[in-house]
């Protein structure tokens, strides 16, 4: 494991944590099981994809996607622009990595992204350590929809609690999108603390967050997520 690991700390949280030898090296849980959704995407080989990043923060994802599919086209929609001037000098992108940053938030920026141009969206913003509401609305989710292609996917990273109000609200939402699959960790689905939970929505490949332990992370498919999640 690198030594040189490069952590963003925005209103006392860790928002996110790069490797800055190796970028393949996801050091946060929820971020290893949106890599595995992202290898999952036409894995044989790594094609190059093209991803619209709704919350950049230290850009550990764009990262992941520039090293493990070179060439592929990617925007960032990050709104806080100090933020952006302080990563580009405490952790620069590496050249030529394809990922384009444009400041401004993610549900005016989207609109500006044309229709059916996404393999693949991927939300994961924060605004005083919760996600912003109307990014996690049917109305944005209805603009995902627009900006994916045929078969594209969308995965949120989103933090809560029991009895998940947020996660069954975006869980209908992205419904409207194809199949939904959850992950979780088994200590925020038993009400001991607030956690990370994942929902991906669309064309959700096949095994899409791996294969982890169920000690350290549940998944739930098909059936098993109306009867979690109530939706």
Do not use: W
Not at 21 to 33: E, I, Q, S
Not at 187 to 195: A, E, Q
């Amino acid at each position: 494991m690198s030594d040189r690991i490069y952590v963003l700390e925005l209103q006392g949280m860790e928002q996110s944590a790069v490797d800055l030898d190796d970028p393949t090296h996801l050091v946060f849980d929820y971020m290893r099981r949106v890599g595995d959704l992202i290898d999952a995407i036409d894995p044989t080989p790594p094609a190059p994809i093209r991803v619209l990043h709704v919350g950049g923060a230290a850009m550990s994802l764009p990262r992941y996607v520039a090293a493990t599919r070179p060439r592929s086209a990617q925007i960032v929609l990050e709104p806080d622009e100090i933020l952006i001037a302080q990563v580009r000098v405490e952790a620069p992108l590496p050249r030529s990595s394809g990922i384009k940053v444009r400041a401004t938030d993610g549900a005016a920026g989207i609109r500006q992204v044309r229709d059916a141009s996404q393999d693949l969206v991927v939300l994961d913003a924060f605004e005083d350590a919760r996600v912003p509401e109307e990014l996690t609305s049917a109305d944005f989710v209805i603009e995902v929809g627009r900006v994916l292609v045929p078969g594209g996917v969308f995965v949120a990273n989103l933090v809560d609690q029991v009895p998940f109000a947020l996660v069954r609200s975006l869980v209908a939402a992205a419904r409207t999108l194809g199949c939904v699959v959850v992950g979780a960790e088994p200590p925020t689905l038993k009400g001991r603390r607030p956690g990370n939970v994942v929902v991906a929505g669309g064309g959700v490949p096949r095994s899409a967050f791996g294969s982890p332990s169920p000690l350290e992370y549940r998944i739930f498919e098909g059936q098993a997520v109306s009867d979690t999640f109530g939706a």
